[in-house]
């Protein structure tokens, strides 16, 4: 179905596992919430495991998040936490770890649709347009935007309000 020069030379010998490229901070949390064992010698026996050190860094990005408690520590191993409510709320949420907890802080003060405008358009590339080689012009742009905050998350709020507005007089 396909040509013979096609598959020797554009299709790979080997491709590197997916478990390489997922991110590892949403696999910790759904082996978490599981509850059949610690994340790190779960992971250790995958067919193609992240490095030890990853997954310690991963524990410690979980802890700063608040996805896992730092208080239930043992001697054997200092990296393990419990799944916090937060943790919960971030396993059932399809976009990245800093972003829920965006969304779910958004939840509890009141600013869920602000929160929810910010974590799409930052789950984006870029938001704004950049022309080529007009960065700075387009950085200037982008900070009438966020007026005097020099926030870029309050510019992306205004500049989408301003384009929400926009289209509703059209």
Same mark, same amino acid.
């Given at each position: ?11 790979? $010998?080997?491709?590197?596992? $997916?478990?390489?490229?997922? !991110? ?9 919430? +599981?509850?059949?064992? $610690? !994340? ?24 700063? +998040? ?25 396993? *059932?949420? !399809?976009? $990245?770890?800093? =972003?829920? &907890?965006?969304?779910? =802080? ?26 080529? &080689? &007009? ?6 742009? &982008? ?23 926009? *289209? =509703?007089?059209?």
């Amino acid at each position: 179905l396909i040509r013979r020069n096609f598959w020797t030379d554009c299709i790979p $010998e080997k491709s590197e596992p $997916e478990m390489l490229h997922c !991110p590892l901070g949403s696999a910790v949390l759904k082996l978490k919430k +599981l509850d059949i064992g $610690e !994340p790190k010698a779960l992971l250790a026996t995958a067919l193609s495991p992240p490095s030890a050190g990853d997954i310690e860094r991963t524990m410690i990005q979980l802890k700063e +998040l608040g996805a896992l408690t730092t208080c239930v520590q043992t001697e054997e191993n200092l990296q393990d936490g419990e799944l916090t409510f937060l943790g919960m709320v971030l396993t *059932q949420l !399809p976009v $990245e770890l800093h =972003l829920g &907890k965006l969304i779910v =802080l958004g939840h509890v003060f009141g600013c869920l649709e602000e929160c929810l405008i910010i974590a799409a358009a930052l789950s984006l590339r870029n938001f704004f347009a950049i022309p080529f &080689k &007009k960065h700075v012009d387009a950085y200037r742009k &982008k900070m009438v935007f966020a007026g005097n905050s020099r926030s870029d998350c309050i510019a992306i709020l205004n500049a989408f309000r301003v384009s929400h507005l926009f *289209q =509703l007089k059209l």
